[in-house]
């Protein structure tokens, strides 16, 4: 049986989306839609048959990650979470990433990908890697102890990057730095 073949109004549909739409294999873009080009900065053609890798700020982030939504892949086919992409002037945005494996017993072989902004103020965006880290298990209501795990951290270690982040954000607590390192421009 053939692949059903997009109407005009489905390639409308797809390009224009809300979100941005990503096709990839082995982590290789094969399509997307203009608005997931737009979101980092990138004509499609600069995207297409490229690794994601140029989509991150440095190979060893672009490898941990992989990893990370491997297992949920796997046994429901779904993953989400949220996580820093490098645009191409080097600027870095916060998104909400989803992603829909079409292959579950290799994840990775065919993917659908969406991503929505979630903020590109660069006062939320100057994070380093562990504190990306950091926030993103936060923002799933992980304990220290529990990221600690994750992380492969001593709990200590990730309380101290907690009270960093607090100090460099000027809150008072996680429950204002989460809201202020989301915080979607209206």
């Excluded at 903020?119 to 529990?146: A, F, I, N, Y």
Aim: net charge positive; glycine share 4%.
């Amino acid at each position: 049986m053939e692949p059903e073949r997009a109407s005009p109004m489905d390639q409308i549909a797809f390009e224009n989306a809300p979100i941005g739409i990503v096709l990839t294999e082995q982590r290789v873009i094969k399509s997307c839609n203009r608005t997931f080009a737009d979101l980092l900065g990138y004509d499609k053609s600069e995207l297409l048959g490229q690794s994601f890798r140029m989509l991150y700020a440095t190979h060893q982030e672009f490898e941990n990650i992989r990893d990370i939504g491997l297992g949920s892949l796997r046994e429901s086919g779904i993953y989400s979470d949220e996580r820093m992409m490098t645009r191409k002037d080097g600027t870095q945005i916060w998104c909400r990433f989803r992603a829909q494996t079409l292959t579950r017993d290799a994840p990775l072989n065919r993917t659908v990908l969406s991503f929505a902004l979630i903020s590109d103020q660069p006062s939320s965006l100057s994070l380093s890697l562990r504190e990306r880290q950091v926030v993103t298990h936060l923002s799933k209501g992980l304990t220290s102890k529990e990221i600690a795990r994750v992380l492969d951290k001593s709990p200590r270690t990730i309380e101290d990057v907690r009270s960093r982040l607090l100090k460099k954000f000027k809150m008072k607590n996680t429950t204002e730095l989460l809201a202020h390192l989301t915080h979607i421009d209206s």
